[in-house]
């Protein structure tokens, strides 16, 4: 769960879809859960054809960083397009699709800039702590050369 604050978040009567700062989550309710689970045990026809919606059964939270698009299907669902990830349609209404969208790409380049800084001081800080151990490395060496003579 993210610590940002809550942006925006819709109440479906089967799941609820929050989006704060860094992170959208998408959790199912239970009733629902229960609901598709017994009606999957039922028919091997139905597990079969609720594709999209088992892509919902374990609640999902996705950094805002790992989505590479968002954007509204014909359907008017919202479409999101996850690199090395099966794609994830959140079926809202198209008001609300368009919403979310809207804001998506609004904090997507945000987060995705936070994590290019965030791994480009990592390296800066992994090159400094190289240098300082080469650096010592070298003081120990005239340290024990200066002993010698």
């Known amino acids: 769960m993210s610590t940002e604050e809550l942006v925006m978040k819709f109440d479906k009567p089967y ?16 009733g629902f859960r229960k609901e598709l689970e017994d009606a999957a045990e039922r028919s091997p026809r139905i597990r079969a054809s609720l594709g999209y919606l088992l892509q919902l059964i374990v609640p999902l939270d996705v950094p805002l960083k790992d989505i590479e698009d968002a954007d509204i299907d014909k359907e008017g669902q919202v479409k999101l397009r996850i690199p090395h990830r099966k794609d994830i349609t959140v079926p809202l209404e198209r008001g609300e699709s368009e919403k979310l969208v809207s ?3 609004e904090l997507i380049p945000i987060e995705k800039q936070k994590e290019i800084d965030r791994l480009l001081a990592s390296r800066e800080a992994q090159r400094e702590l190289a240098r300082e151990r080469v650096s010592s490395r070298i003081g120990e060496a005239d340290v024990l050369g200066r002993d010698k003579d």
């Open 15 to 30: 799941f609820t879809v929050k989006l704060h700062k860094n992170l959208l989550e998408v959790d199912l309710k239970e």
């Open 103 to 105: 804001k998506l790409k």
